[in-house]
Nanobody, 124 residues
């Protein structure tokens, strides 16, 4: 399965963006789909994840209440709706898939299939 992330851009603080992660060459069936981000000079950090079957979700504390992860079966796509964006949300956002247990989904090292990343820049 190849992942394609899109939807990034430049937005003012308080604005919104919706990121998409679509799959080609397969489906997300039985996978967990995670969003991670990496700012310059910082480590890659967990943002959110969703289990394709069942729809369970998790969010990092830093985005809880502002970001919403969802899935569209027909489009074979996972979305990350980001609202009330802050300058500290600026980063390259990546989507990735894994089949690990739910307790480990915040660990980026446990994901083995990554999209190319999309830049999100939030100006103050």
């Amino acid at each position: 399965v190849q992942l394609q992330a899109s939807g990034g851009g430049l937005v003012q603080a308080g604005g919104s963006l919706r990121l998409s992660c679509s799959a080609s060459g397969g489906t997300f069936s039985s996978y967990t789909l995670g969003w991670f981000r990496q700012a310059p000079g910082k480590e890659r950090e967990f943002v959110s994840a969703i289990r394709w079957s069942g729809g369970g979700t998790r969010y990092a504390d830093s985005v809880k209440g502002r970001f919403t992860i969802s899935r569209d079966f027909a489009k074979n796509t996972v979305f990350l709706q980001m609202t009330s964006l802050k300058p500290e949300d600026t980063a390259v956002y990546y989507c990735a898939t894994t089949r690990i247990v739910w307790s480990e989904i915040e660990n980026h090292e446990r994901y083995y299939n990554w999209g190319q990343g999309t830049q999100v820049t939030v100006s103050s």
